[in-house]
């Protein structure tokens, strides 16, 4: 196929052949053995994808792919924050919750345990369920659920609802880095991660705003708590309609590209050596997955930034109220912690796709946290502190830019599909588990210090700094193995991984030269990370 040009008979063949591979997709869906985008690119010739066709690609992709990541991801995060947004108007007294108990803690961990406990389930369901409509039910079960949480007027009830919001929210998280490793070449994944991540800071800014309208409505039959749990529910219903609708199982299936720029989307992800989606489940992956050092490094990295984030999220405000704030002023105040995250998750993946490394960045966002803490440990909490304090507590907020970059990290180097998804699912386990117990190292009780909490807080974040330089070193003496298998197979040592050139497309020379030695033969065999000595791990 020419670079630019593309013959009126080339189209037809193509054409014949997306329909070949679709009709394909119907009849041996689960049953095949190699990565589907392999019966698409093995169906015609191997092409070579010019600059400007990528670009073209590209640009259709973010404007098709990312509205969805972003709006979902911006609901799911509202709806797990309106608990510590209910807490300062009076949920633990309206809801005659406890306060010298635990009962406040686990409501914020329940949804945890229930993402943990559904994890093998969603790790099977995003191998062999259709991407988009999976998804698009999933968030409209989460929203009708919310909205049952405004019928919730005691522990019981509560905890009830807030266990099934976290099995049908399980789903997100690891469908939108399947997603993206889906659509997107490596150089590319970080960023994208990273937007849907940031909206995490968008929702403490619009949220705050939103909660703080909420709560100055007065109802003689609804609590506050209650019209914010109605309103996001009912919010989120109306948005998975468009999920379901819009949203492409996989580039193969995607009504908004042409079938020429189909081979171009699936082609050019070639050098990812990561596959697409098979529909296949495999349990050798499996195996390799709980095997694999690399797995247990960052389910370990992200165990350690998810109990801070899970302490932090459902008392942030209340230890902003400690201050000395009231209700509506601690929520306008939590503003600036959302959009320190928006600069340090934006910024962090900006620097490691410029740096094309990920490590030294996930070092350089946990020593704000690490500041902020010994703030908020050493100054006391009189008025004339407010300032200082606030500016720990801000500092703290630079720790949602650590998990988007773990995952990418993760994402990057592992080649699989069940593996890839297995991986993940076993990452958010981690995620889970920390988020679980981190509310647990706080108590409503021990304000307005909550030294236990901050104090173990500060020890995880040292010890992230420690995990992430063994990654680091692990990740070099895996490069190193397969450059002596790609040499012992007559293979070139060193090869460029061009899923790290963000704007760099081989040219025709080089595309025949690694196509005669056979690398990149394998990017769509569906083989693991271990198994493929074309595969370079990142660090």
Same mark, same amino acid.
């Given at each position: 196929?020419?670079?630019?040009?593309?013959?009126?008979?080339?189209?037809?063949?193509?054409?014949?052949?997306?329909?070949?591979?679709?009709?394909?997709?119907?009849?041996?869906?689960?049953?095949?053995?190699?990565?589907?985008?392999?019966?698409?690119?093995?169906?015609?010739?191997?092409?070579?994808?010019?600059?400007?066709?990528?670009?073209?690609?590209?640009?259709?992709?973010?404007?098709?792919?990312?509205?969805?990541?972003?709006?979902?991801?911006?609901?799911?995060?509202?709806?797990?924050?309106?608990?510590?947004?209910?807490?300062?108007?009076?949920?633990?007294?309206?809801?005659?919750?406890?306060?010298?108990?635990?009962?406040?803690?686990?409501?914020?961990?329940?949804?945890?345990?229930?993402?943990?406990?559904?994890?093998?389930?969603?790790?099977?369901?995003?191998?062999?369920?259709?991407?988009?409509?999976?998804?698009?039910?999933?968030?409209?079960?989460?929203?009708?659920?919310?909205?049952?949480?405004?019928?919730?007027?005691?522990?019981?009830?509560?905890?009830?609802?807030?266990?099934?919001?976290?099995?049908?929210?399980?789903?997100?998280?690891?469908?939108?880095?399947?997603?993206?490793?889906?659509?997107?070449?490596?150089?590319?994944?970080?960023?994208?991660?990273?937007?849907?991540?940031?909206?995490?800071?968008?929702?403490?800014?619009?949220?705050?705003?939103?909660?703080?309208?909420?709560?100055?409505?007065?109802?003689?039959?609804?609590?506050?708590?209650?019209?914010?749990?109605?309103?996001?529910?009912?919010?989120?219903?109306?948005?998975?309609?468009?999920?379901?609708?819009?949203?492409?199982?996989?580039?193969?299936?995607?009504?908004?590209?042409?079938?020429?720029?189909?081979?171009?989307?699936?082609?050019?992800?070639?050098?990812?050596?990561?596959?697409?989606?098979?529909?296949?489940?495999?349990?050798?992956?499996?195996?390799?997955?709980?095997?694999?050092?690399?797995?247990?490094?960052?389910?370990?990295?992200?165990?350690?930034?998810?109990?801070?984030?899970?302490?932090?999220?459902?008392?942030?405000?209340?230890?902003?109220?400690?201050?000395?704030?009231?209700?509506?002023?601690?929520? #306008?105040?939590?503003?600036?912690?959302?959009?320190?995250?928006?600069?340090?998750?934006?910024?962090?993946?900006?620097?490691?796709?410029?740096?094309?490394?990920?490590?030294?960045?996930?070092?350089?966002?946990?020593?704000?946290?690490?500041?902020?803490?010994?703030?908020?440990?050493?100054?006391?909490?009189?008025?004339?502190?407010?300032?200082?304090?606030?500016?720990?507590?801000?500092?703290?907020?630079?720790?949602?830019?650590?998990?988007?970059?773990?995952?990418?990290?993760?994402?990057?180097?592992?080649?699989?599909?069940?593996?890839?998804?297995?991986?993940?699912?076993?990452?958010?386990?981690?995620?889970?588990?920390?988020?679980?117990?981190?509310?647990?190292?706080?108590?409503?009780?021990?304000?307005?210090?909550?030294?236990?909490?901050?104090?173990?807080?500060?020890? #995880?974040?040292?010890?992230?700094?420690?995990?992430?330089?063994?990654?680091?070193?692990?990740?070099?003496?895996?490069?190193?193995?397969?450059?002596?298998?790609?040499?012992?197979?007559?293979?070139?040592?060193?090869?460029? +991984?061009?899923?790290?050139?963000?704007?760099?497309?081989?040219?025709?020379?080089?595309?025949?030269?690694?196509?005669?030695?056979?690398?990149?033969?394998?990017?769509?065999? +569906?083989?693991?990370? #271990?198994?493929?000595?074309?595969?370079?791990?990142?660090?």
């Amino acid at each position: 196929m020419a670079n630019e040009a593309i013959s009126p008979a080339q189209q037809e063949a193509n054409k014949t052949n997306i329909q070949t591979v679709e009709s394909i997709h119907k009849d041996t869906a689960g049953t095949g053995r190699k990565d589907k985008a392999a019966e698409l690119i093995e169906s015609s010739e191997r092409i070579h994808v010019s600059p400007e066709q990528n670009k073209k690609v590209l640009r259709k992709v973010d404007l098709a792919i990312l509205p969805i990541l972003l709006s979902v991801y911006f609901l799911q995060s509202l709806d797990k924050t309106t608990l510590s947004y209910a807490s300062v108007f009076n949920l633990v007294q309206d809801a005659n919750l406890d306060p010298d108990s635990d009962q406040y803690s686990w409501l914020g961990s329940i949804v945890y345990v229930a993402q943990l406990v559904m994890q093998p389930l969603v790790a099977v369901l995003l191998v062999k369920l259709p991407m988009g409509k999976f998804l698009g039910i999933m968030v409209f079960t989460w929203g009708a659920i919310l909205c049952g949480m405004a019928g919730s007027t005691n522990f019981g009830a509560l905890m009830a609802t807030r266990f099934l919001l976290g099995c049908f929210e399980s789903a997100v998280a690891p469908a939108f880095i399947a997603i993206v490793q889906m659509w997107y070449k490596r150089a590319e994944q970080t960023n994208r991660n990273a937007a849907w991540y940031s909206m995490l800071g968008i929702v403490n800014i619009l949220g705050s705003l939103l909660s703080y309208g909420l709560g100055h409505i007065k109802s003689d039959r609804l609590h506050p708590y209650q019209i914010i749990f109605l309103f996001c529910g009912l919010l989120t219903v109306v948005v998975s309609v468009a999920v379901y609708i819009f949203m492409p199982d996989s580039p193969m299936e995607a009504r908004f590209l042409n079938d020429d720029e189909k081979l171009v989307a699936v082609e050019r992800l070639r050098m990812n050596q990561m596959g697409v989606a098979s529909r296949a489940w495999k349990w050798d992956h499996v195996l390799e997955a709980f095997l694999d050092v690399k797995t247990w490094l960052w389910f370990c990295m992200l165990t350690a930034v998810s109990i801070p984030s899970g302490g932090i999220t459902t008392f942030g405000p209340l230890i902003v109220q400690s201050f000395g704030f009231d209700s509506f002023t601690t929520i #306008l105040f939590n503003m600036p912690f959302g959009a320190v995250q928006i600069i340090a998750t934006i910024g962090g993946a900006w620097l490691a796709t410029k740096l094309k490394k990920k490590s030294p960045v996930l070092i350089l966002l946990c020593i704000p946290p690490i500041v902020g803490i010994v703030i908020l440990l050493v100054v006391g909490r009189g008025a004339n502190h407010r300032a200082v304090l606030l500016v720990g507590y801000y500092l703290t907020s630079f720790y949602p830019g650590i998990s988007p970059l773990i995952y990418s990290w993760s994402g990057q180097n592992t080649g699989g599909d069940t593996k890839r998804k297995v991986t993940t699912s076993i990452l958010f386990v981690g995620a889970s588990a920390g988020n679980i117990l981190g509310p647990h190292l706080f108590k409503p009780s021990e304000k307005p210090y909550y030294k236990r909490g901050l104090r173990a807080n500060l020890a #995880l974040f040292v010890t992230l700094i420690v995990l992430v330089v063994l990654g680091m070193l692990w990740v070099t003496v895996l490069n190193r193995k397969h450059a002596a298998e790609r040499e012992r197979l007559g293979k070139a040592a060193h090869i460029v +991984d061009l899923s790290m050139e963000k704007g760099r497309q081989v040219d025709a020379e080089q595309a025949e030269n690694m196509q005669a030695s056979g690398v990149g033969d394998k990017a769509f065999d +569906d083989v693991t990370d #271990l198994k493929n000595e074309d595969f370079i791990y990142l660090y």
